[in-house]
């Protein structure tokens, strides 16, 4: 991680979110290494932010997200998936950018079985959709909630920045299943590479469904 993208990081989630689009994030472990090449990410501000963990404050759950920018804050959604996000902004911000979806760009078998290892039809999982979602790109790495406080430019995890000229141009919206006010404008902080057939699907939350009726 060079010290440009320190900076970015450290600046805040919308700074960080940018810089993130194209970076190439890995992971090694014992039965080998994944990267992915990252296409679609979503930022949030701490307490300015009401779609945020870190909106009313600190707990033990989300403590990762206080510190300092650089490192792995996990969660659970569901009790089943695991998401992972980089901290940004300066410590006690409680910023951080969600992680959801990439390109494989390394270890493609090794990912296809990671994912293959949870799918019902037995199918193999095409290449474009083996990091598509944040829960997929999580099993895609081999990332665990275990990885919750890691620095990412520490083994088992390396952050590369990508080369802006070839990275395509970025597109923001609304951030996917982020009920109102921080699903709706003017937090339009989810961003990703426009065209990358890795990038997820938007799905508004309920609440805003319910309004547009």
Known sequence: MDDDF??????????????LLGAVLSRSAPDGTVSVRLTEVEAYAGSGDP???????????????????????????????????????????????????????DGVELARARRGAGRRSGTPVRDHELARGPGNLVRALGATFGDDGARLDEAPFALVSGERSSRGAVVRGLRVGVGAPGGAL???????????PSVSRYIAHKSLRAGRR
């Open 51 to 105: 779609g945020s963990h870190g909106f009313r404050g600190r707990t033990a759950r989300n403590a990762t997200m206080f510190g300092p920018a650089g490192h792995v804050y996990a969660y659970r959604i569901y009790g089943l998936h695991t998401c992972i996000n980089v901290v940004a902004g300066e410590s006690g911000t409680s910023s951080a950018v969600l992680l959801r979806a990439g390109e494989v760009v």
């Open 6 to 19: 320190r900076a970015a990081l450290l600046e805040g989630p919308l700074s960080a979110a940018d810089a």
């Open 186 to 196: 003017p937090f339009d902080w989810r961003f990703w590479i426009d065209g990358d």
